[in-house]
């Protein structure tokens, strides 16, 4: 496959979009997904008095035709769904049996206090094509280093080659160690920008520095050519509280600040930020003061009435630590610390550590999110010694994608006499490729039907599980009344029997490809028996690639961060 042909796939997926909107579909900006954004954005909501969960407008009014050029397409909410009698199953990953894979082993990673500190907050982990390596910025306990400048946290860096067995190289920063960056800090966001066509700017370091002078919090941006050698600050924002981060939303090419909010429900809210340019970005955060509207910064979420709480202090009502997001296929994945408590001083008090938990959403424009299971992604182990007892924190840069499973990582602290917020490490989780949530058929024949969609490829691809002996997986596509196209009906259908793939190829007995329906809004219809179906995709290539996009990366994948053919 060429660069030539490749290009003329994206051309195609434009000029369809220019279509919809010259035929009324939707005006302003429409996203690649049909989705139309109201004429301000980012949207201005009231902040609630109580506990609520996010509206999500472009569920309640759906595009009428959905084009489905961009990624995978998956049932994380009911967006691409008309009808359905098959059940949502809402699946969890598998922690590595040998965790934790990156742990404090150095003096230097000890604090002032002598607690052990080796784990991203926020950070990052990506895949680095350039040299096949797995790489991690985290935040390490700086006290033993510098002690007379009283520093507490610099930033380290870790790599792999597998993604499961890390090594902290000795590097030229700071005595031999594998610290990068020296700036005494909180939360830190290092994104690896694959779009970025300066080298120099390759690596992307949103820092939330204290400030020497007041010992505020705000947002430094850094530059790096190659994760380790990192320039001067190039931005700064304004007075900032703690535990902020950034995302890249590749859909709208727009650099987002999820940053901690206080309101009426909770201090631990969010509000966000967004603009085309990180400096610019960076540049226009700051608090915002209550009852004067910001130009820039807008309120964001709570926490919902549906939040998890701590088994042994139920009476506190939960908050959202924090809030990482990255692309992944044809969304937005935005990963949720919820906070339970119990505050600092009541920990510190009883010698345990806070409750925090990762929770998932799933967003297709890049603000409102939805989460239809509340049960925890990762969870915390309260098992005697385990990694991951307490105030587990979720990282950027992940998942990655390492051949059919996702990887992704989380930080966790170990119950320990040292101190009560301390002995932090790094573990691992292993998910099926799209297996966030699969729409379940049991012995009897389930069905379901996706709204009108339309498409540019030719090859229509499942990730389907029907490995029992009468497992069963079939496709029919339909007009838009739901009646079956000649040559495309159920029973002519070559489906999967007895599989079990995260890329399954459908073909029909005399139609093998779909490109006869090309720019036609169809619908499509799938049976399956006693299986589970994770997600479906037209490609323009045989080989099957997505044009989603591959979030942390992973080996084997396109450098552009797309799932394109790897030339």
Request: aromatic content about 12%.
């Amino acid at each position: 496959m060429t660069l030539h042909k490749i290009t003329k796939f994206f051309i195609a997926g434009i000029a369809i979009a220019a279509t919809f909107a010259a035929n009324g579909y939707a005006s302003g900006e429409t996203l690649y997904n049909g989705i139309q954004l109201p004429e301000q954005w980012p949207p201005r909501y009231a902040e609630p008095d109580t506990a609520c969960e996010m509206p999500v407008p472009y569920l309640v009014n759906k595009p009428s035709v959905i084009p489905i050029n961009v990624g995978r397409q998956l049932f994380v909410d009911n967006f691409l769904i008309a009808s359905s009698d098959m059940t949502p199953v809402y699946h969890t990953p598998d922690f590595y049996v040998g965790n934790p894979v990156l742990e404090p082993t150095e003096e230097w990673e000890n604090t002032i206090e002598g607690a052990p500190y080796a784990a991203p907050f926020s950070d990052g982990i990506w895949y680095d094509d350039n040299d096949g390596k797995y790489k991690m910025w985290y935040l390490a306990g700086a006290g033993t280093i510098h002690k007379q400048d009283k520093q507490t946290f610099y930033t380290g860096y870790a790599e792999s080659n597998d993604g499961i067995h890390w090594t902290k190289p000795k590097l030229d920063i700071m005595d031999g160690t594998c610290i990068v960056d020296t700036a005494n800090r909180d939360a830190a966001t290092i994104w690896l920008d694959k779009k970025e066509i300066d080298p120099s700017r390759r690596f992307k370091m949103f820092n939330v520095e204290r400030r020497p002078t007041d010992r505020r919090w705000q947002f430094i941006l850094k530059y790096s050519p190659d994760g380790i050698h990192w320039s001067e600050g190039v931005a700064q924002s304004g007075d900032l509280y703690d535990r902020s981060s950034v995302f890249y939303n590749p859909f709208r090419d727009v650099w987002c600040l999820s940053m901690r909010y206080s309101t009426n429900v909770s201090s631990r809210s969010r509000s966000y930020l967004e603009a085309h340019d990180p400096e610019t970005a960076v540049s226009m955060a700051h608090r915002v003061r209550k009852g004067v509207p910001d130009k820039n910064v807008v309120y964001w979420f709570t926490p919902d009435d549906k939040e998890p709480r701590h088994p042994n202090f139920p009476e506190v009502n939960p908050g959202i630590y924090n809030f990482d997001c990255i692309p992944y296929e044809s969304i937005m994945l935005g990963q949720y610390a919820i906070w339970q408590g119990p505050e600092n001083n009541i920990c510190a008090d009883l010698g345990i550590q806070k409750r925090n938990e990762i929770g998932l959403g799933y967003s297709r424009d890049g603000f409102h999110f939805s989460r239809p299971s509340h049960k925890p992604f990762m969870a915390n182990d309260t098992t005697e010694g385990a990694w991951n007892w307490g105030n587990m924190q979720s990282i950027g840069g992940v998942p990655l994608i390492v051949g059919d499973s996702l990887y992704f990582y989380c930080s966790g602290r170990r119950l320990n006499d040292i101190m009560w917020d301390s002995y932090t490490s790094t573990g691992l989780a292993k998910l099926r490729r799209d297996g966030f949530v699969s729409m379940n058929a049991g012995k009897s024949e389930g069905t379901l039907l996706t709204e009108p969609v339309i498409f540019d490829g030719e090859y229509l691809f499942v990730n389907a599980d029907v490995k029992g002996k009468k497992s069963e997986l079939l496709v029919e596509v339909t007009d838009l009344e739901g009646n079956p196209i000649p040559g495309f009906e159920k029973k002519d259908c070559i489906g999967m029997k007895r599989a079990d793939s995260t890329k399954n190829r459908i073909q029909w007995k005399n139609n093998d490809t779909l490109a006869s329906l090309k720019g036609q809004p169809v619908r499509f219809k799938f049976y399956v028996t006693d299986g589970d179906l994770y997600s479906f995709w037209v490609s323009p290539w045989e080989t099957g690639e997505s044009r989603g996009y591959t979030a942390g990366g992973g080996p084997g994948l396109s450098k552009t961060g797309q799932d394109i053919p790897a030339i």
